[in-house]
């Protein structure tokens, strides 16, 4: 139980410090940070429910107004905003990856860039896509063009979230909680 | 300090955290369902005049938290311009800002303890559904203690990672960063569990 508050809360703060991160910049100029990617490695790394709850931990922190979101904003604001979708989406889309690794039991690199293609991705940018269209009144169509240019940034990031959960399985094969 | 509060003193910061939370909720889903730009150019110099009593100080700090908005709402104002719907343009970032300036407005005003205390309440009833709500306090102060804590190890890594290459660390930092988290997380655990544990 001690275990797993402590590693619930301490990927929470991961991903908090981790969007702080310019990880990758894209030939197209547009810069990503290591957000998303912090949210698949939580999955990959907790599992399902655990990976949810520090997804969840982390946003909901946010919302009650620590500085933690992307460009250091925080508080409810950002529910009314234009990426609210992809923060009440970063939670699910833990969740997902996470199912993926606990459940498929193929090696761990695969299974995270699966489950991150399947959460961070595509459920991910599901979520995004219908906030956007709230908020911002875009069409279905509009709404996705205008997310375009942020798929290949994110693609790469779950290549990287499949190198490091290997990485992570190799230097600390008992903190894989998904696979206990 | 790691928080967005301001340390102006307003006449809001004395009102209770839970009825701002609802008041801003139910304001929030009303202005989704304006439509006519006048009422809302009407409702946003409102949410403006909300500001005022903090004085000068407080204005320009909140302004300075709308600012990450500025490309969206020139990026929304070009495209309805564009399409030649400014009246759909229009209503669309003035709700914007008034919901954000609204929104901004609270965590200005409420101290983060103060929140924390709302939601343990608002989490009591999902006890029965295995969410402890001291389990849930004691994640919070963790997430908090360690944020800074994380906040120094990754600078440290990148000041390492700079020392040997010219080029930028991006998401290098990333295991070792996790490595770290970890590392601790391990440590926390054992920190609790000798001081009698989390029943």
């Known amino acids: 139980m001690e275990r797993k508050l402590a590693y619930v809360a301490l990927f929470a703060a991961l991903i908090a410090i981790l969007t702080l991160v310019p990880a990758v910049t894209l030939p197209t100029g547009v810069p990503i940070t290591a957000q998303s990617l912090g949210v698949m490695l939580a999955g990959a790394v907790l599992g399902g429910r655990l990976g949810f709850l520090a997804v969840a931990l982390y946003v909901a922190l946010g919302l009650l107004g620590l500085p933690i979101f992307s460009g250091g904003k925080g508080g409810f604001a950002v529910l009314a905003g234009p990426t609210a979708g992809f923060i009440l989406g970063f939670p699910v889309a833990a969740l997902v990856t996470g199912l993926v690794v606990e459940k498929w039991r193929a090696p761990v690199s695969l299974a995270t860039f699966v489950g991150a293609i399947l959460g961070g991705v595509i459920v991910l940018y599901a979520m995004g896509i219908g906030g956007l269209m709230v908020n911002a009144g875009l069409s279905l169509k509009d709404a996705t063009v205008a997310m375009l240019p942020f798929v290949p940034g994110d693609v790469l990031k779950a290549v990287l979230a499949a190198a490091l959960a290997q990485g992570l399985a190799k230097a600390r094969p008992d903190a894989l909680l998904s696979r206990a | ?199």
Do not use: C
């Open chain 2, 1 to 199: 300090m790691l928080t967005l509060t301001s340390p102006v003193q307003t006449p809001w910061h004395r009102l209770p955290a839970g009825p701002k939370l609802a008041g801003l909720l139910a304001f929030t889903l009303v202005l989704f369902g304006i439509d006519s730009p006048l009422v809302l150019a009407a409702i946003l110099a409102a949410v403006a005049a909300l500001y005022l009593p903090g004085g000068l100080a407080f204005v320009r700090h909140g302004l300075r938290m709308l600012r990450p908005l500025v490309p969206f709402v020139a990026i929304v104002a070009a495209w309805h311009l564009w399409t030649a719907t400014p009246e759909t343009g229009a209503s669309i970032a003035l709700r914007l800002v008034a919901g954000i300036g609204a929104a901004n407005l609270v965590t200005m005003t409420t101290r983060l303890s103060d929140m924390i205390a709302v939601i343990e309440r608002l989490a009591a009833p999902l006890h029965r559904f295995g969410l402890n709500p001291r389990l849930l306090a004691m994640a919070v102060a963790l997430v908090i203690r360690f944020i800074p804590v994380m906040g120094d190890r990754v600078a440290r890594l990148t000041e390492a990672w700079r020392a040997r290459s010219p080029r930028r660390a991006g998401w290098r930092i990333v295991l070792p960063a996790t490595l770290g988290a970890i590392d601790d997380a391990e440590q926390v655990a054992q920190a609790l569990r000798a001081r009698g544990g989390l029943g």
